[in-house]
């Protein structure tokens, strides 16, 4: 079971990064949400697993820690409220830039020169 | 508590300038006064237990265990300090009032200088040195934004600049040296140092101590070679000059010297640097003044040079010596502050500083030139003036001292004062004396009062402290102060123009040059290594921060010996192998189908799903019911997102930089999970502190849910910053999507942007009505998820978000306009009253004599209930629960309001069709 939680975290982890060195803001957005999940399920798992122990008292022998829930819980909402602001701040940057790409200046060298959507916003 | 008042005082009164400007100009400057009077009244309600040789102390312990506290204390030092620095204050409020123009922001002014003047304050009363360097800091930045206040003069700014370059580098040397200082003896507490001098001077760690503390000091009070920031900082409206130039801050330096005197002089090395970098300063500073040309120049390397005497006096190490050096203190800050004024006062009358251009003013300008005659011939030390006392004090010190030879120092101090009276007869004859001219850029003429009532007050005092223990001289004052003038400026007259060529052909390093080639260079190297690691593009710096991550993570794991873990492990259920296999699934696609985002959007949420019975799989109901309703509204507000972002990402990067990116993912992913997979195979290394919570849950907490008696009670203070930071997070959200609609490109493009409705139902009736019927169960199990939370998995978080999906189904169904059109209240108001009932649950607990957020609980019973459970804990989750649905629903809100532009009409009706045909 822990071999199971330790590849999950792994790869939502190595996905998040994948994601996050895109050039674009939306799939940076959904990496970061990526890497969320693997941070909070990282941070539940440092309470350890175990299994039927909800630390609700009398209803087990001995319970599992309740600490790392309760910062996970609180850190599952605040990520709600950071993806939330990432994404007005990508909607802003795409509507008044007219692109959504995350790069300042001097495109990469190596990127193909396919940028439809770019030009659209322009045409009259 | 007074003394710590006295300090406190002016940063409150910070914030009423800005305020009482509007009132007009005189209510904002009597206002600053009022604040500074108020002070100087509390010192002084302090002062006869002072005098009488007592100290008053105030402490307010923090935290103890690292010596941190609010410790002040008042003595005679700080007495002397706190006067001048709130006398002088006043003085400079009421000249500030009217030396600033109308164009001039004077409520920034008054701020600006509030602020000076508090932390000049907590410099002087402190009792604990790091509470004493972080008022030293905010002397700093205080006096960055004063000599900065002219915004739009380059030498403002550069001036500025420089000055918190230097002063706030020999800052960051003080707080070293005082952290050395304060580990020698094992205490922060100032009365604790200075009470182990032996202890302090055997220590090997004295003298790195001694160098970085006097670098602090040094670097404050202008001492050679660090001297060249204050004439730079001259640019600064005048009375910040005669403020923080002349009385106050640049006697911090010496303040500390001072302070720190009793325990740290006496020594050889002391004496060394100390006495020869005073020496030194004030020899080199008073010939670079002889021959300025700029009014405030020549006052600024004067007063730089009567630092370096202060600091050579207290070097000597002498209690007679020391004695001198604040006697000066108080005499300089007194004639330099006068002298500043009057200077500003020329510059405002005649539009120069230039002593080229100026002359003769002594006709012109009657009362300023007496103010100007007083002060300087204190300056030159004249008696029976009292700068005389003191120089000759000192000149008498100096002859007693053996530097290098036994006449050495007797001959470099008195060449000192020499030079001082020379260039304070320059200051007074190239102003003042001569014919009047004919060709001054402004015809000059005395000031209204406002403007000369705080010089006259000052000179007024430099000639009663002079006369002070000889009230018989008085007679003596006007023949001798005009007969010695007038001869000593003739004579200097005809040795000025062989002695200028002399100077000005004689090569000197300049060293604002200096500065600036260091600090260019230091510039150009920074901007090196950032342009190289951070080029504008984010994945570029992404990339380079997670491999300096692994790296560093490698290293240190490479670094050690590893053996498995031999936690037991548990068995492999099927069930959840199906769920790891699918969520394994989803995410290892998107990389391959993201650039479709719809696709991505709902693999995000196929994961994000799923991550919700692996919680509940592993005991936690409580994070299980969080993450679903959670993720259902991350989904919606992508969903809603993406309407304005573009529906695909297009293929950027070639195959050998994707696999490159896959690399560093991989290489991140591999990290982590090892890690997660090395602490679950491992007991913790310590006992968790877990076991008080689950003990104390029920019988602490009144609640059987341990972690909700966590979030609501044991930590608490948490959770109520977290629902501030979410609060602040929608009310952001809402910022910027105003801020949005205001711009005019966004509204174009907003209203440019193609339909993306590809079928005709926009608010399906079938969806409207299972919507609706929704509404109150989804509300009711809302509440009851609210009300189970203390005891069962739940609570305010998952019930906030319950209630916030409940309404955001109503918006989904029949639009934005319709929905919001029936709300009663605001969704602002909400998260108000979601941070206000918490607060209010946490403040009730004051009632009791109880800390903040301490909760009580109690048994009722009300027929035909059950005896049941009331908890302040749930007040306070009834707050996070408002605050949660507040902000839930503005961030959503706030986006779906950009959608009213796109140019689709907006509907007033809840369905598409209109069920009683009337339409038709």
């Not at chain 2, 009597?30 to 009244?41: D, E, H, R």
């Not at chain 2, 006495?275 to 030194?280: M, Q």
């Not at chain 2, 602490?679 to 008080?692: H, K, V, Y």
């Not at chain 2, 209203?751 to 929704?774: F, N, Y």
Request: hydrophobic share 55%.
């Amino acid at each position: 079971m822990e071999a199971l939680v330790a590849s999950l975290i792994g790869v939502l982890t190595a996905v998040g990064i994948y994601l996050m060195l895109r050039r674009r803001s939306f799939p940076l957005i959904l990496g970061l949400t990526f890497l969320s999940y693997a941070v909070n399920l990282f941070l539940f798992a440092s309470g350890r697993l175990t299994v039927n122990a909800a630390p609700i008292i009398g209803t087990a022998d001995s319970y599992a820690d309740p600490l790392p829930q309760a910062l996970v819980l609180t850190a599952i909402v605040i990520s709600f409220g950071m993806t939330a602001v990432l994404m007005i701040m990508a909607i802003g940057g795409h509507l008044e830039a007219g692109h959504d790409r995350l790069t300042l200046d001097h495109p990469d060298e190596d990127a193909p020169q396919d940028q439809p959507d770019d030009q659209k916003w322009d045409q009259p | 508590m007074s003394i710590a008042l006295i300090a406190a005082l002016p940063f409150l009164g910070a914030l009423l300038p800005g305020l009482m400007i509007r009132a007009g100009r005189d209510a904002c400057a009597a206002m600053t006064g009022a604040v500074t009077l108020l002070a100087l009244i509390l010192l002084a309600t302090n002062a006869p237990t002072v005098l009488a040789g007592g100290t008053v102390e105030t402490r307010i312990d923090w935290l103890p265990a690292l010596g941190l506290n609010a410790s002040f204390m008042l003595d005679g030092l700080g007495l002397l300090f706190a006067g001048l620095i709130l006398g002088i204050g006043l003085l400079i409020i009421l000249y500030a009032r009217y030396y600033l123009a109308e164009a001039d922001p004077m409520g920034q002014f008054f701020t600006y200088l509030l602020l000076f003047q508090g932390a000049m304050l907590g410099i002087v009363l402190s009792n604990n040195i790091l509470l004493l360097l972080i008022f030293w800091e905010l002397t700093s930045l205080s006096s960055f934004l004063l000599i900065g206040y002219w915004k739009h003069l380059p030498e403002g700014r550069q001036g500025a600049r420089m000055a918190l370059a230097v002063t706030g580098g020999g800052g960051l040397c003080l707080i070293a040296g005082m952290l050395i200082l304060g580990g020698i003896v094992g205490s922060y507490d100032l009365t604790v140092i200075l009470q182990n001098k032996d202890q302090i001077q055997a220590s090997d760690w004295y003298l790195p101590a001694l160098i970085l503390i006097l670098l602090g000091a040094f670097t404050k009070s202008a001492q050679f070679p660090f001297h060249f920031w204050l004439p730079h900082a001259m640019a600064a409206p005048t009375p910040v000059s005669a403020y923080l130039h002349s009385a106050t801050m640049v006697k911090a330096g010496l303040f500390l010297m001072a302070r720190l005197w009793p325990v740290l002089a006496g020594t050889p090395e002391w004496f060394w640097i100390v006495a020869t970098t005073g020496l030194v300063t004030m020899v080199v500073a008073a010939t670079i003044a002889l021959f300025k040309d700029d009014l405030k120049a020549v006052l600024a390397f004067s007063t730089v040079s009567h630092l370096g005497m202060i600091t050579m006096l207290l070097g000597f190490g002498t209690k007679a010596a020391a004695t001198v050096a604040v006697f000066h203190i108080i005499n300089h800050a007194t004639f330099k502050a006068a002298l500043f004024m009057t200077a500003g006062i020329v510059e405002h009358a005649a539009h120069t500083r230039n002593l080229r251009r100026l002359g003769g003013l002594r006709a012109l300008m009657p009362i300023t030139f007496t103010i100007a005659l007083l002060a300087a011939l204190a300056m030159a030390g004249i008696p029976p003036l009292n700068g005389f006392l003191s120089k000759e004090l000192m000149l008498q010190e100096a002859a007693l001292t053996v530097w290098l030879t036994p006449w050495a120092m007797g001959v470099l101090a008195t060449t000192g004062a020499i030079l001082s009276a020379g260039y304070s007869f320059r200051f007074l004859a190239g102003g003042f004396l001569g014919p009047v001219r004919d060709d001054y850029p402004h015809a000059p003429h005395d000031p209204g009062p406002g403007l000369w009532a705080a010089p006259a007050l000052l000179a007024g005092l430099v000639v009663l402290i002079g006369l002070f223990p000889m009230v018989a001289a008085a007679w003596l004052v006007d023949v001798a102060a005009s007969a010695v003038t007038g001869e000593a400026v003739r004579a200097k007259i005809t040795l000025c123009p062989r002695l200028r060529r002399l100077w000005d052909a004689t090569p000197r390093p300049e060293a604002k040059p200096i500065f600036d080639w260091v600090i260019e260079g230091l510039a150009t190297a920074t901007r090196a290594v950032t342009e190289r690691l951070h080029d504008g593009s984010l994945s570029r710096a992404i990339a380079l921060a997670v491999l300096a991550i692994a790296g560093a993570a490698g290293w240190a794991f490479l670094g050690g010996s590893h053996t498995a873990g031999t936690r037991a492990l548990l068995a492999v259920e099927p069930a959840a192998l199906a769920v790891w296999a699918v969520v394994m699934l989803a995410a290892l696609a998107l990389p391959f189908l993201h650039r479709n985002r719809l696709v991505a959007l709902v693999l995000t949420g196929v994961v994000g799903l799923l991550i919700a019975p692996i919680f509940a799989l592993f005991s936690a109901p409580d994070l299980a019911l969080t993450q679903i309703s959670v993720e259902v509204v991350t989904i919606l507000l992508m969903l809603l997102a993406l309407n304005f972002l573009p529906k695909s990402t297009p293929l950027e990067s070639r195959p050998l930089r994707r696999l490159r990116d896959a690399g560093i993912a991989g290489i991140a992913g591999l990290g982590i999970g090892g890690l997660a997979w090395a602490m679950l195979t491992r007991a913790p290394a310590f006992e968790p502190i877990s076991g008080f919570h689950l003990a104390q849950s029920k019988p602490g907490a009144g609640g059987t849910n341990a972690v909700n008696t966590i979030i609501v009670d044991f930590r608490g203070y948490d959770t109520f910053g977290e629902i501030i930071v979410l609060g602040i997070a929608a009310l952001v959200i809402f910022a910027l999507s105003e801020t949005l609609l205001r711009s005019p490109v966004v509204t174009r493009r907003l209203a440019s942007t193609p339909p993306q409705r590809e079928d005709g139902d926009r608010h399906p009736i079938m969806l409207v009505v299972a919507a609706r019927l929704l509404l109150p169960m989804a509300m009711m199990v809302g509440v009851y998820i609210y009300l189970r939370g203390h005891n069962m998995p739940g609570g305010g978080f998952v019930a906030g978000l319950v209630f916030a999906i409940a309404y955001l189904m109503q918006y989904l169904a029949s639009g934005y306009v319709w929905s919001h059109g029936r709300q009663r209240y605001d969704h602002h108001v909400l998260i108000g009253w979601g941070v206000l009932v918490a607060s209010l649950a946490g403040v009730g607990a004051w009632a009791f004599g109880l800390p903040f957020l301490t909760s009580g609980y109690d048994y009722f019973t009300i027929w035909p209930l059950d005896e049941f459970e009331l908890a302040t804990a749930s007040i306070f989750d009834l707050g996070v629960f408002l605050c949660v649905l507040g902000a839930v629903l503005l961030a959503l809100a706030s986006l779906a309001r950009l959608g009213l532009r796109t140019g689709e009409a907006a509907n007033t009706r809840p369905f598409d069709i209109d069920p009683t045909g009337k339409d038709r």
